[in-house]
């Protein structure tokens, strides 16, 4: 029953079981990029609309208006500088 339930190595020198701890960084590397990977399709998911509708209005007031950055308060002089 130890068998199935232990963990570690056997080294001889310690009277304890020895953990490889570059495979316990790479599990825990592993780990932390599965939940990146699906935390950032989360937020594209649920902000993904929202950022569509800023990045249309953003467009069309670029293409549609004289004076893009008025929307911003921005004036084309300060923009020349």
Known sequence: MKKIFGFGEEVRGFSIPVLNEREIRAA??????ALIVSSTVQALVVVGFVA?????????????NEKPFDLFGISASAQSK
């Open 52 to 64: 569509y509708i800023f990045l249309a209005v953003i467009f069309f007031n670029d293409t549609l």
């Open 28 to 33: 825990a590397g592993l780990l932390f990029l």
